[in-house]
């Protein structure tokens, strides 16, 4: 079906749809950025769809299903519906990318299906602006339903549904999505309009010399795209502010585009844009009085966060109270999330004391006990800081103070070649650099794109978290600093810093070399502040924690027992097929003071009498193992940094997930020294770590080397495979692995070499 498609034509379809259930009927959600849309989306799918309170959010097309079981039978309604969640877009103008998909879904361009209906999601604190997209929906007979969204926030003023029904002619429901107000009317009002779609009728006072233009388009309309006049002279204007030379917008024909272009170098100096959106808010001004109980006034609401804004946005004040606020955030990571750590160490350690006295001593039982319940359940542990993570972050987010923190970094980016709008993706990072690359399809320009997939890798992920953890637990100590700051917490937020400083200086150096291009203004909406929604907020908890998970239960689960057996094999000689494992000794037998394994596994008796001459074997048949051996191939070039073989095999093991790099040394240390199956926490291994000569092996400056490096390294597969995917080669996946990798042994070479030389 194309753009003209009747309303008639759709009708009937709908009604054969119903009837056939061959194929279900197409309804697509479209609005601005930020009115609430995919949270619409859920209430009516009941789908999980991702939902934040800063602009640019959906990035791709969502598709769920609406079910109006028991609802307009009679009426011939349909009773399962697809359900489109289309990108955020101010107008169907096609000069973002947003704006294109969301053309091509509306509209059905590009070979996409025609929707019987579109559900236009509104702000209702934003009514004037929101409606010029609706104009332009009800100009060309598209089939619309309005969903007047957030009016708890008009309480004192609110629009008026039906005056808006009488002025477009098309439905109008007051909705509430986030507390599911107004959903079940709409989903009334939806079966209604997909039986008999409603197509409303506006005149936009054009003037006589932008109508004279269209005409001339109209002659270069398909055939079968052609209607009635007046949708014919909306499309060809729509073409006429969506064609030119530096957009492509597929599915347009040739002809169009050519007629397009030469219409508008015939205009000469006439600004055809302007006169287009002027036409249409002339038409919106006029009849905006009337649309509201009261003065179209801003709402109360909106003025106390502008009030709020003045101390949020502050060039000086507004920065400090950002960081601030992330100094508490993660002091509270550390203090609030140990006694649930914990808790899980304490049952993973209780699994494998399970295991190992259940299980014969075969490799299954050490696979079991090492490889899947020790490496796993390491990087379990750390679950509970990422919880406290995207607890706080959803709050944030849903309270609108994400996006003043957006609007607060443009000022910073802007100087370092970075698009504003680009700290929204570099936000998403804070979670997972896959989902923050696939959100920068949110800016227009592809260098832009480009130039933040390039940098979003040195964000510090959740993933990173755990590793930062480990390394800050063990090898830096709980003091304060001035006698109240915790070293430890602002050692955390100074990764956090320092990631962003990373980010920044890594853009400016690739945005004045390789990916040059000119600056662009910031261009984002500044929701409201609102009292978070715990539905939401322990929605977007829901979803990160089954990802996270989900990750453990396959990627990081293969890695590690594929990094057990490389730690296991070969056997050493004098020992059976199976791992050298000694058997279980009690605490009693071994002392209170003797170091204990993750991994689950004790020194036979003989340990006691002579512990040293143990570790040597447990050492040298890890060294002998496969995984030992590629970490001494690589313990030369390590070496300067400060790290040795088995740090080593953790970084191989992180670059299949950085979590691994925890369950990876979990393994390592499990396998390699005399203990029980209780055991010592695998930050207590580390920070127990001796040379020869008795001296610490790894040192607080180690400890920070090893964070320098793993906060500027891209140890991850599948961001890597994420942007192959997006620039659609392997040539900037390797530039991005290549130039992360060298800037991360650089850095911490510095920081390794350097201390040395002061004395650290």
Request: hydrophobic letters at 45%.
């Amino acid at each position: 079906m194309t753009p003209a498609t009747s309303a008639r034509e759709g009708a009937s379809s709908t009604s054969s749809v119903a009837e056939s259930g061959a194929t279900r009927p197409l309804l697509v959600l479209v609005g601005n950025p930020n009115t609430g849309k995919t949270t619409v989306f859920n209430a009516l799918t009941g789908a999980s769809a991702r939902v934040g309170n800063y602009p640019g959010i959906t990035v791709e097309r969502r598709m769920g299903t609406l079910r109006l079981d028991g609802q307009l039978r009679s009426a011939g309604a349909p009773l399962t519906v697809d359900v489109m969640d289309a990108p955020g877009a101010y107008s169907l103008t096609a000069r973002s990318a947003e704006e294109q998909i969301a053309i091509q879904a509306t509209l059905g361009i590009n070979d996409s299906p025609t929707p019987q209906l579109v559900v236009v999601v509104v702000d209702a604190g934003q009514l004037v602006r929101n409606l010029y997209l609706v104009v332009q929906l009800v100009e060309l007979r598209v089939p619309v339903v309005l969903a007047l969204n957030m009016m708890d926030e008009v309480e004192d003023n609110p629009p008026d549904p039906s005056a808006i029904t009488r002025w477009l002619g098309v439905p109008c429901v007051p909705t509430n999505a986030r507390l599911g107000t107004g959903i079940d009317e709409l989903r009334r009002v939806i079966a209604t309009a997909l039986a008999d779609p409603p197509l409303g009728q506006v005149d936009v006072p054009y003037p006589p010399a932008l109508r004279r233009d269209a005409e001339n388009v109209v002659e270069a309309l398909p055939g079968k795209w052609r209607g009635d006049a007046k949708r014919d002279r909306a499309l060809a204007i729509w073409a006429l502010a969506s064609i030119d030379e530096g957009v492509r917008l597929v599915g347009i024909p040739s002809e169009l585009r050519r007629r397009c272009l030469a219409v508008q170098a015939e205009a000469g100096d006439r600004d055809l844009d302007a006169e287009i959106i002027a036409a249409r808010y002339a038409l919106i001004d006029r009849h905006a009085p009337e649309l509201f109980e009261g003065a179209a006034d801003q709402p109360p609401k909106r003025r106390t966060s502008r009030r709020i804004d003045r101390i949020l946005l502050h060039p000086a004040l507004g920065f400090l109270i950002f960081i601030g606020a992330m100094l508490v955030l993660f002091n509270a990571l550390f203090s609030w999330s140990e006694p649930a750590i914990d808790l899980v160490q304490q049952g993973v350690a209780g699994l494998q004391r399970q295991t190992v006295a259940h299980l014969p001593d075969t490799w299954v039982r050490h696979l079991l006990a090492e490889g899947l319940i020790g490496g796993v359940g390491n990087v379990l542990a750390f679950l509970p800081q990422i919880l406290l993570l995207f607890l706080f972050i959803g709050l944030l987010e849903d309270s609108g103070y994400m996006a003043r923190v957006a609007f607060l970094m443009d000022r910073i980016m802007r100087a370092m070649g970075l698009h504003g709008r680009a700290f929204v993706p570099m936000l998403s990072a804070l979670a997972c650099a896959v989902p923050a690359i696939l959100a920068t399809r949110t800016m227009e320009r592809r260098r832009d794109r480009l130039l933040t997939m390039m940098v979003i890798p040195l964000v510090t992920c959740s993933a990173r978290l755990p590793v930062y953890t480990l390394i800050i637990a063990a090898l830096v100590p709980p003091t304060l600093v001035f006698g109240w700051l915790p070293l430890q917490g602002c050692l955390m937020v100074g990764m956090y810093v320092f990631s962003f400083a990373a980010t920044l200086l890594a853009a400016t150096a690739l945005g004045r070399t390789l990916i040059q291009a000119r600056r662009v203004p910031l261009i984002l909406e500044l929701p409201p502040y609102r009292v978070p929604s715990a539905r939401v907020t322990l929605a977007l908890m829901w979803e990160r924690t089954r990802v996270f998970v989900k990750e453990a239960g396959t990627v990081i689960l293969v890695a590690t027992v594929v990094l057990w057996a490389l730690l296991s094999y070969p056997a050493p000689p004098s020992t059976s097929t199976a791992p050298p494992q000694p058997e279980v000794q009690s605490a009693q037998d071994r002392g209170a003071d003797t170091p204990t394994p993750v991994g689950g596994h004790a020194a036979s008796a003989s340990s006691a009498s002579d512990p040293h001459g143990v570790r040597h074997q447990r050492t040298a048949a890890i060294e002998n193992s496969y995984a030992g051996r590629l970490g001494r191939a690589l313990e030369p070039v390590l070496r300067p940094l400060g790290f040795d073989w088995k740090l080593g095999v953790g970084i191989i093991g992180a670059f299949a997930a950085r979590e691994v790099f925890v369950s990876t040394l979990a393994l390592v240390y499990g396998m390699d020294d005399d203990s029980d199956a209780d055991p010592t926490p695998l930050q207590a291994r580390i920070r127990e770590e001796r040379r020869a000569d008795g001296s610490p092996r790894y040192t607080s400056l180690v400890g920070l080397s090893l964070l320098v490096f793993f906060a500027l390294s891209c140890q991850c597969m599948s961001t890597l495979a994420v942007v192959r995917r997006e620039t659609r080669g392997w040539g900037w996946p390797a530039f991005l692995f290549g130039y992360t990798t060298v800037l991360a042994w650089t850095a911490s070479f510095i920081v390794y070499q350097g201390g040395r030389l002061l004395g650290l």
